[in-house]
């Protein structure tokens, strides 16, 4: 069965940092480009930022720039996103997915997760 799980999310304060995983079973994730992606109450999802399959390339969403970090780890089939200096407009569900390429826009998407839950509230 093959699946992606995200982990990681919860309520946080302004100004705080969470750190989401998204871990791979019944595939090699080192074999895909990963995104992140998110998506807000009525509002579109998103992508926020991206990885190459050998963490060669990044990518991120300018509003995220500077405040999130992608990684990844294929010995542990995971890939991470840190993000420090939550706001309150970064509120969403977010989503990894396996890619055919590192791409925030247009890349084809062969797996969704199933989303982890991100509040930013004081």
């Known amino acids: 069965h093959l699946q992606l799980v995200e982990s990681g999310g919860g309520l946080v304060q302004p100004g705080g940092s969470l750190r989401l995983s998204c871990a791979a079973s019944?595939?090699?994730?080192?074999?895909?480009?990963i995104g992140w992606f998110r998506q807000a109450p009525g509002k579109e999802r998103e992508g926020v930022s991206c990885i190459s399959s050998n963490g060669g390339r990044t990518d991120y969403v300018d509003s995220v720039k500077g405040r999130f970090t992608i990684s990844r780890d294929n010995d542990k089939n995971t890939v991470y996103l840190q993000m420090d200096s939550l706001k309150p407009e970064d509120t969403a569900v977010y989503y990894c997915?396996?890619?055919?390429?590192?791409?925030?826009?247009?890349?084809?998407?062969?797996?969704w997760g199933q989303g982890t839950q991100v509040t930013v509230s004081s």
């Open positions: 019944g595939f090699i994730l080192d074999y895909y480009a």
């Open positions: 997915a396996a890619l055919g390429r590192c791409a925030i826009v247009g890349a084809r998407v062969d797996y």
